[in-house]
């Protein structure tokens, strides 16, 4: 049985920082691109950030470009978001997801999925 468990979330002021990790079980890591998408209350999930395979190609929104980095240990199958200068539009679910083989914007694309974790940034 496949499990992504997200963890790292919480509470941080405009300006702070906070690294999310995602812990991947139950399936072939490396073999898996994985990213982080979003869901702000009221809004649609939206993608956040990317990684390939080997971790040698990232891609990020245009929102979080320079501030958010997307990296993966695939010895300890973990992904992770560190993100910085946080300001209160961050605030959102933050999920990971994983793609057999390559990465992708749409979400429909991707295979499995954590069940979030909470970043709350206030102003």
């Known amino acids: 049985q496949v499990q992504l468990v997200e963890s790292g979330g919480g509470l941080v002021q405009a300006g702070g920082s906070l690294r999310l990790s995602c812990a991947a079980r139950g399936l072939s890591f490396s073999n898996y691109a994985m990213a982080w998408f979003r869901q702000a209350p009221g809004k649609e999930r939206e993608f956040v950030a990317a990684?390939?395979?080997?971790?040698?190609?990232?891609d990020y929104a245009d929102s979080v470009k320079g501030r958010f980095t997307v990296s993966r240990d695939n010895a300890k199958n973990t992904v992770y978001l560190q993100m910085n200068s946080l300001n209160p539009e961050n605030t959102a679910v933050y999920y990971c997801?994983?793609?057999?083989?390559?990465?992708?914007?749409?979400?429909?694309?991707?295979?499995?999925w954590g069940q979030g974790t909470q970043v709350t940034v206030s102003s």
């Open positions: 990684i390939s395979r080997s971790g040698s190609n990232t």
């Open positions: 997801a994983a793609r057999r083989y390559s990465t992708s914007y749409n979400q429909d694309r991707y295979d499995y």
